[in-house]
């Protein structure tokens, strides 16, 4: 008798516990989705304020003029695997091929700017 009390005891432990980590796992997703990824705290327009003062003379409606099959278009991002912040941003405090280092130039923070400008720019094949 004590046996399969302490069977069920086990039993239900094991479901409580089982829950009570879904309930951890559920508050976890909802409060990360809560707080806004870094990347989302950004103003479009001084992004695109940034890169006209310091990328059109080459980027101009997302072309490339030195290399233009490394343009800013989506699917170019996509295929150069510059789709992501932190590559587009790693490219433009360090410069590439043609594309000068703008690191001694800009803040990191209006580095960030920039990519952001670009992913949303390309998205919109930089027509807004």
């Known amino acids: 008798m004590l ?5 069920q005891f086990l039993i239900i432990f094991r479901i409580l516990m089982k829950k009570i980590k ?3 796992i559920c508050f976890i997703v909802i409060s990360n ?4 990824p870094k990347s989302w705290a950004f103003n479009l327009e001084k ?3 940034l890169f006209n ?9 997302g072309t490339n003029v030195i290399l233009p099959e490394k343009n800013l278009k989506k699917e170019m991002l996509e295929a150069n695997g510059m789709n992501k912040i932190d590559a587009i941003m790693y490219q433009v405090l360090n ?23 670009v992913i949303i720019a390309a998205e919109k094949n930089f027509e807004f």
Do not use: Q, S, V, W
């Open 22 to 24: 879904n309930l951890i």
């Open 47 to 49: 992004g695109k304020t």
């Open 3 to 7: 046996l399969r009390k302490h069977i």
């Open 53 to 61: 003062n310091n990328c059109i003379a080459c980027h101009k409606d």
């Open 95 to 117: 410069g590439k091929n043609g594309m000068p280092a703008f690191g001694g130039r800009l803040e990191e923070n209006e580095i960030e700017e920039i990519a952001n400008y």
């Open 33 to 36: 989705c809560l707080i806004l």
